[in-house]
C-alpha cells in the first residue's frame, strides 16, 4: 500500500528539540529564579495566544481583531467561578473552555454575515460587547474591576512558592495542550481541509470542502482555547478590570505582531514570533511608547515584504519543518521514497 | 418633551457618526480595503487642528481650510506609499498593515501630546442654543454639524455620479482590471479615493474635537461608530450610511436615556440586532 508521510527529517529533529525543550522547561522550578519563571510562563501564554490565533487567520483565513473578548470572558468566568460558586480555580480553567465554545456558537452564528475585513472589526464590536456587560457585573467589581479572595489563593497551594510553582506548570502544560491539539488538529482530515483553505479558499470549496463548516468549528475551537488561557493569565494576575481582560492592544495587537513577525500560517511561526516579540520587549521596554510604535512599523514591513514571516523564510531558505506536518506521499514500489 | 429632545439630539450626533461612516464606506467601496486605522487618523486630523489653531490663533472651523486640505494629502501620500502595496487579493496584507498603522498612530500622538485629554475652543457658538418648539432646544453647533454632515453625503453623491473622477472610482469598483484597461491608473484613482477620504475624516475629526474631549486612545471606538453606522445602513451606499449614522445616535441616546452605562451597549446591541435581522443592511445598494 501506499502511504503518506508526515515526518521528514528536520521534523524528526525538531520534535528531539522540543522534546528536549520541554524537559528543561519543566524543570525550570529547579534552577530558574522567580522572576524567570514568570516571564517564561507569561511567554507560554502568548505561544498559546498567537497560535491560536494563527489557526484562526492563518489557516482558516478568519481574521480577527477581536479574540479579546474570550481571553476577557475566560478570566471573568474564573473569577466568577469562584468568588461567586467558590469552585477551585483550577477547576474554572477547566470550565472556561466549553463555556466560550457554547457562547461563540451565537456570536459566530452573527458575525458570520460578515464578509472578510468587516468580519474583523464584527468581532471587534463583540469584544467591546463583552467588555460594556463585564462593566454592568456589579459583583465582579462592575467598571473598576476586583480582585481574586485572597482564601481561594491560599487554598491553591500552602505556601507563595508552591503555588508560583503551580501556575508555571499549568502554564508549561495547558500551552503544550493548545500545540498538541492544533497539530492533531492539522494532521487530520480536518487539517488537510484547512491546509486547502489556506492556500485557496475556492478552489478548496471546488473540490468539495464544506468551508463554512470547517470555519465555524475552528471559531468554536479557537474560543474554546483562547477562554482557557484567558483564565489562566488573569489567575497569574490574581486582579481583573473590563480594560485589562478586554484590551485590544494586549490581547490582539501584541499577539497579531508575534505571529505576523514569526510566520503566519505556520505552526511554528507563532513561536519563533514569541522568542522575538520578547527579547525585544525585554531590550526595549524602557522606551515606552516608541516600543509599541517601532513594533507596529516591524510588523508593517515584513507583511510587505517578507509576508510569510521569519519562519516563512527558514522554510523557504531550508525547507525546514520543525514539527511532522507535511504530507508527503511513499509508494511502495520506490524504496527511496523518502526525502 | 424630554424624548423629543433625546432622540433630536441623537439624531444630530448621528450626523457626525456618519460622517466618520462616509470615509469608510467610500474607500471599501472603491478598492474594497477596510481601514482599521480609519478612526485613529479621525484622532490624527483633530490634532493637527488643535497644532494650527494654536499656531495661528483661529478658530476651529477655520482651521478646516488648512487642516482638509492636510489630511486630504496624507491620505494621497499614505495610499500611493504604503497601502497601494496592500492591495490584492489576500485580505490579509491590508488589514495587517493598517491595523499597525493604527498602533503607530496611536503611540505616535501618544509620544507627541501625551495621554491628556484635549478639546477644541470654538467659542460662543459652542454653547449657543435656541428653541425649535415649546420646550425643545436645539444647540447651534450641532446643527451646523449635522447640516454638514448632509452637505458631505450629498457632495459624495454627487461627486460619484456627476463627475469624471466619480466614473473613475465607479469602474475601478466595478472591475480593477478593465478600468486599467480602459486607461485608467488605478493606483491613482485609489490614492484620490483615499485623500476624500481623509478629507471627510479631517471635517469629522474637527467637530469630534469640537464637542467633547479627546485623547490619543479614543480612535477605535470611532472606526466602530463608523462601521456601525455602514453596516446598519447598508453597504454601498451613501443615504444609507446617514440613515445609519442617525439609527445608531439615536439608539446611543435613548439608551444613555434609560442608564448612562447603556449608552454605547444599546448602540452595539442595535447593530447586532439589524446583522441578525436584516445583514445587508436597512437600504442597500440596488444592484446593477
Excluded at chain 1, 507563595?160 to 502554564?171: D, N, P, S, T
Amino acid at each position: 500500500m501506499n502511504r503518506v508521510e508526515h515526518a521528514s527529517r528536520s521534523s524528526r529533529i525538531g520534535i528531539a528539540l522540543l522534546a528536549v525543550a520541554f524537559l528543561v522547561l519543566a524543570s525550570a522550578p529547579s534552577w530558574s529564579d522567580r522572576q524567570t519563571l514568570r516571564l517564561l510562563a507569561e511567554m507560554f501564554t502568548f505561544i498559546a495566544l498567537a497560535s491560536l490565533w494563527n489557526l484562526l487567520a492563518g489557516y482558516a483565513g478568519l481574521v480577527s481583531v477581536g479574540q479579546q473578548a474570550f481571553v476577557g470572558f475566560g478570566g471573568y468566568l474564573l473569577f466568577a467561578a469562584v468568588i461567586v460558586f467558590d469552585i477551585h480555580p483550577i477547576a474554572a480553567i477547566l470550565i472556561a473552555g466549553p463555556a466560550a465554545a457554547i457562547i461563540a456558537i451565537p456570536v459566530a452564528a452573527l458575525i458570520f454575515r460578515l464578509r472578510g475585513a468587516y468580519f474583523a472589526i464584527g468581532t471587534w464590536v463583540v469584544a467591546e460587547v463583552f467588555r460594556l456587560l463585564a462593566s454592568q457585573i456589579s459583583i465582579l467589581g462592575g467598571g473598576s474591576g476586583i480582585s481574586l479572595p485572597a482564601a481561594a489563593v491560599i487554598a491553591m497551594a500552602p505556601t507563595r512558592q508552591m503555588r508560583e510553582f503551580e501556575i508555571y506548570w499549568l502554564a508549561l502544560g495547558l500551552t503544550v495542550l493548545v500545540l498538541a491539539a492544533i497539530v492533531v488538529l492539522l494532521r487530520s482530515r480536518h487539517g488537510l481541509a484547512l491546509t486547502a483553505i489556506r492556500d485557496n479558499e475556492i478552489a478548496a470549496q471546488s473540490n468539495g470542502i464544506d468551508v463554512a463548516r470547517i470555519k465555524l468549528i475552528v471559531y468554536v475551537l479557537t474560543a474554546f482555547g483562547t477562554a482557557m488561557i484567558g483564565a489562566l493569565i488573569f489567575l497569574q494576575k490574581l486582579r481583573i478590570s473590563p480594560d485589562t481582560a478586554f484590551s485590544v492592544n494586549d490581547w490582539t495587537a501584541f499577539v497579531i505582531f508575534i505571529t505576523v513577525i514569526g510566520g503566519i500560517g505556520r505552526v511554528e511561526g507563532p513561536i519563533i514570533g514569541t522568542i522575538v516579540f520578547f527579547v525585544l520587549r525585554q531590550t526595549l521596554a524602557d522606551l515606552g511608547s516608541i516600543y509599541l510604535l517601532m513594533m507596529g512599523a516591524v510588523a508593517i514591513v515584513v507583511m510587505l515584504w517578507a509576508p510569510k514571516g521569519l519562519w516563512g523564510l527558514a522554510t523557504e531558505h531550508f525547507g525546514w519543518q520543525a514539527l511532522p506536518l507535511q504530507r508527503q506521499l511513499v509508494l511502495k514500489e520506490e524504496t527511496g521514497g523518502k526525502r | 418633551m424630554q424624548w423629543v429632545n433625546v432622540i433630536l439630539q441623537g439624531v444630530l450626533i448621528g450626523g457626525l457618526y456618519a460622517m466618520f461612516a462616509a470615509g469608510l464606506s467610500l474607500i471599501f467601496g472603491v478598492m474594497r480595503l477596510v481601514n482599521i486605522a480609519h478612526g485613529d487618523l479621525i484622532v490624527l486630523a483633530a490634532y493637527i487642528s488643535l497644532l494650527v489653531t494654536q499656531a495661528l490663533g483661529i478658530d476651529p472651523l477655520t482651521s478646516l481650510l488648512l487642516v482638509v486640505p492636510i489630511m486630504a494629502l496624507i491620505g494621497y501620500a499614505l495610499q500611493r506609499g504604503l497601502l497601494n502595496q496592500t492591495i490584492g487579493d489576500d485580505l490579509l496584507p491590508p488589514l495587517l498593515v493598517t491595523f499597525g498603522l493604527s498602533i503607530i498612530i496611536q503611540n505616535g500622538l501618544l509620544e507627541l501630546f501625551t495621554a491628556d485629554s484635549r478639546k477644541l475652543q470654538a467659542g460662543a457658538i459652542e454653547v449657543h442654543t435656541f428653541q425649535l418648539l415649546q420646550g425643545v432646544w436645539v444647540g447651534t453647533l450641532p446643527l451646523v454639524q449635522f447640516v454638514i454632515a448632509v452637505a458631505v453625503v450629498a457632495g459624495l453623491q454627487l461627486l460619484f455620479y456627476r463627475t469624471a473622477l466619480g466614473r473613475a472610482f465607479r469602474a475601478t469598483s466595478d472591475d480593477q482590471a478593465v478600468a486599467q484597461l480602459m486607461g485608467l491608473d488605478t493606483r491613482h484613482v485609489f490614492a484620490m479615493a483615499m485623500a476624500l477620504s481623509l478629507a471627510v475624516v479631517a471635517i469629522a475629526g474637527v467637530f469630534l474635537a469640537v464637542r467633547a474631549n479627546f485623547d490619543p486612545a479614543i480612535g477605535p471606538a470611532r472606526l466602530i461608530f463608523g462601521f456601525e453606522a455602514v453596516i446598519i445602513g447598508g453597504l454601498g451606499s451613501m443615504w444609507g450610511t446617514l440613515a445609519g449614522g442617525i439609527i445608531l445616535g439615536v439608539s446611543q441616546a435613548i439608551g444613555a436615556q434609560i442608564d448612562p452605562g447603556w449608552q454605547l451597549l444599546a448602540g452595539h446591541i442595535v447593530f447586532l440586532l439589524i446583522l441578525a435581522l436584516r445583514p445587508q443592511g436597512l437600504f442597500p445598494k440596488v444592484s446593477g
